[in-house]
């Protein structure tokens, strides 16, 4: 395994489901992050992790949870979601401060479907 | 707040076309700036950088310049191919923060 891997790559789930997308970095970085992709809106940024703390959370809905167990480890726990949090959930490293470098390193993302 | 505005899309053009995608932004300070590009079915990926007034990124035939007069950075390639066909994502760093601000993406299409 290389890069930055997410599973699953797609899932489906009523709105009382609880279910949890899961992040792996291989890349030996100490900073992790969870972005939302939605047609035609700006990546948001959900939370970033830098050395296993959170250091960053953009007034994300309770029922997104984020768990970060180890440096190449990264969760997004879901529960009792709502239609409109149907979209791409990208979960990307970096190595150091991403504003020195730039550089993300981003998975494929998991296509969440909220019924 | 910092955010970044880039042109709509869908942008359709013939393969050998002349591409320029527009993107403007919004920051205190001294930004850097970033293109990233998305190929179907998988991740974002850095495509190029510049980090002052003036620089000029450039990577695979693309290019950008930092211009912080009109505080701009749009993307240009002399001649696209069909392999360019992607989504790419105007975006933004401040020194003090931890993070990247993303455009909403411009999808680009070339036709044969």
């Known amino acids: 395994e290389t890069g930055v891997t997410q599973t699953p790559r797609h899932l489906v789930m009523g709105m009382t489901n609880k279910k949890s997308l899961k992040c792996e970095q291989h890349l030996g970085h100490n900073a992790m992050y969870w972005y939302k992709q939605s047609a035609k809106k700006p990546l948001e940024l959900m939370f970033v992790?830098?050395?296993?703390?959170?250091?960053e959370n953009n007034s994300v809905p309770s029922r997104f949870s984020p768990e970060c167990p180890n440096s190449s480890h990264l969760f997004l726990h879901l529960h009792t979601l709502q239609p409109e949090d149907s979209a791409l959930y990208l979960c990307?490293?970096?190595?150091?401060?991403?504003?020195?470098?730039?550089?993300?390193?981003f998975g494929e993302g998991s296509r969440l479907t909220v019924l | 707040g910092d955010s970044v505005t880039q042109m709509e899309g869908p942008v359709t053009l013939s393969e050998e076309a002349f591409l320029t995608i527009n993107c403007t932004y919004t920051a205190t300070g001294y930004p850097s700036l970033f293109w990233y590009v998305q190929y179907p079915g998988e991740g974002l990926q850095l495509l190029l950088k510049?980090?002052?007034?003036?620089d000029k990124g450039s990577n695979k035939g693309f290019e950008a310049t930092y211009r912080k007069e009109t505080t701009s950075f749009h993307l240009e390639k002399g001649s696209v191919q069909v392999s360019d066909s992607a989504v790419y994502f105007c975006a933004l760093s401040r020194s003090s923060a931890s993070k990247i601000i993303f455009g909403s993406g411009t999808r680009l299409s070339i036709r044969p």
């Open positions: 510049a980090t002052k007034a003036d």
């Open positions: 992790y830098s050395l296993e703390e959170r250091v």
């Open positions: 990307a490293s970096s190595q150091g401060a991403v504003a020195n470098t730039g550089e993300l390193f």
